[in-house]
């Protein structure tokens, strides 16, 4: 993957050059958002090629967890600065409606077609290989860059035939407005991961059913599950114990705790803590202070009554 993202950057890079002098001989709005597109595309494919080799290096002491973060990062970096350069395109747009000027439909489609080459090419490339969401904000930019390439032929082919230059103002409109519901996807689905919220795939209420549901536990609460990257979950967790269940059993009580959150909810990074009771004066969600406690002779059937207590 690493080396069609150099090649992806070599083709964004020479795509640009070009896309600059027609924008600068066709006088075209549309255009001009592109080459803005292109040139953000060019330092995503910069950016989305740095985070991937910065994500294989191994995991050091300071960073325990390895650097796979860092696609997050980039996939949030990516986003946010597509959403910027829409906003800012969008109001350039809003302008020509006001005070249209003439445009050269000619530079207009020849750069287009180049550009939509290109990007069709690129797109191709990052389908193949590994994929995350680092690779899918890349995919999203210039899947972004190959529609207003086509919105561009298009106004050009209606100004051409109508001789009414707001054509090309109003489908850049369009056009923009579609790339920034697009990113922002992408900005949400990374925020979360950046600020360490449980992940859409894994409903908590779920799995603390499934684990008190386990022979010998009677609670489960201060249940915390974040996401080290965008394919990898890690969870911390306190299980309340009955009072039958011995030291000898613990081992093969967590070893099954860690089973099924690794195979149902695929979290590969546990912290699970035993306990006898659960502290009145704990704080930690989604224990609350004035909850009462799970009583040693919890009947299964009150588990979801039980799951309330703790998270309502």
Not at 95 to 110: D, N, S
Not at 172 to 197: A, P, Q, R
Not at 243 to 249: E, F, L, Q, R, Y
Request: glycine share 6%; aromatic share 10%; net charge negative.
């Amino acid at each position: 993957m690493e080396r069609r993202l150099s090649v992806v950057a070599i083709m964004v890079g020479s795509l640009l050059a070009f896309e600059i002098v027609a924008a600068f001989f066709s006088h075209s709005v549309a255009l001009l958002s592109d080459v803005a597109h292109v040139g953000t595309d060019f330092l995503s494919a910069l950016l989305t090629l740095f985070a991937e080799r910065i994500a294989r290096r191994p995991s050091t002491q300071l960073m325990s967890y390895g650097f796979k973060r860092g696609t997050v990062v980039a996939a949030f970096v990516n986003g946010f600065s597509l959403i910027l350069l829409s906003v800012i395109i969008l109001g350039q747009t809003i302008l020509r409606f006001f005070y249209p000027e003439p445009v050269q439909p000619f530079w207009m489609i020849g750069a287009a077609l180049v550009a939509l080459s290109v990007d069709g090419i690129i797109l191709w490339m990052l389908t193949k290989g590994e994929q995350n969401l680092n690779i899918k904000s890349s995919f999203i930019h210039f899947l972004g860059d190959a529609l207003v390439s086509f919105g561009v032929i298009l106004a050009a082919i209606l100004v051409s035939v109508t001789h009414k230059p707001w054509f090309d103002p109003a489908i850049t409109f369009v056009l923009v407005s579609v790339m920034i519901y697009t990113s922002w996807k992408i900005v949400k689905e990374s925020l979360l991961i950046l600020m360490e919220g449980t992940p859409n795939t894994i409903k908590l209420e779920i799995l603390y059913d499934v684990i008190c549901r386990l022979p010998g536990i009677l609670a489960v609460h201060d249940i915390h599950v974040w996401a080290v990257s965008d394919r990898e979950y890690a969870a911390s967790l306190h299980v309340v114990i009955g009072p039958k269940v011995v030291i000898s059993d613990t081992d093969r009580l967590l070893k099954e705790i860690e089973g099924i959150l690794k195979d149902r909810f695929g979290i590969v990074h546990t912290a699970i803590q035993l306990e006898s009771h659960v502290d009145p004066e704990h704080h930690g969600f989604p224990h609350q202070k004035d909850h009462e406690p799970f009583e040693d002779g919890v009947n299964r059937k009150d588990v979801p009554t039980a799951f309330n207590t703790f998270f309502v």
